[in-house]
């Protein structure tokens, strides 16, 4: 197994976490989105798509999508399952993962995209070309509002999003959470519960 990644980068750090958490290590080879190494030759040639992090299993299945690649080494690693300790949890937890992705993460991608030289004509992942929408950063910014609210009503009685323990699901809103930083957005004092919340992660994870 060889994964291709770039630890700073919000999806690879969905992986990272999970990674660390289960005291995985895979053969790793850095590609710099800073660089633009997603582009080179030799990595279209690996992922076309040119998108972080990209898993190429031992006969050469290379796995895209980060949900499929965590989920992936979830089931190679079964210690401390991160997916559920039944099928409905893990209903819940893949479920609960696609709505960060959707609600939060996509969200400030598309106030941190929309904008600025680095993303020029780069508002989405990826080789495809296209223009920036200013416009669309408002919206991101009125999302990324309401993904607080609905989050802290999820963490305010309860640790954990699935069940009695740390499942991917608290792993990507607590990296979701750290993205919204990189649009200078702050978990608001209206949402106390989920700024708790978002400091005992840190602490469990040792930031
Ligand atoms: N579909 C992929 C998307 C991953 C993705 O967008 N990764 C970003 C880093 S966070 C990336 O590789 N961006 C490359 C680019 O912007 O060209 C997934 O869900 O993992």
Redesign the pocket.
Known sequence: MKLYT?EA????RRLGLLLKHKGINIDTQAVD?MK?E??SDSFCAINP?????TLVLDDGTVL????A?CMYIDSQYPDKPLFGRNELERAQVIGRCHQI?FEGFTAVAEVLRNKGDA?KD?PL???LKMPQLPELIERGNLRIGAFYEAMNDEVAERDFLVGNDLSQADIDLYVTLGFCGWVKRQIPDTCPALQNWFTNMKARFGE
């Not at 980068?9 to 690879?12: D, G, L």
């Not at 895209?64 to 949900?67: P, Q, S």
Request: hydrophobic share 35%; charged share 15%.
């Open positions: 770039f980068a919000p999806n690879p989105l633009k997603q582009f798509r040119s998108t972080l992090p895209t999508d980060t949900i690649i992705f993303f780069r992942p990826g080789p």
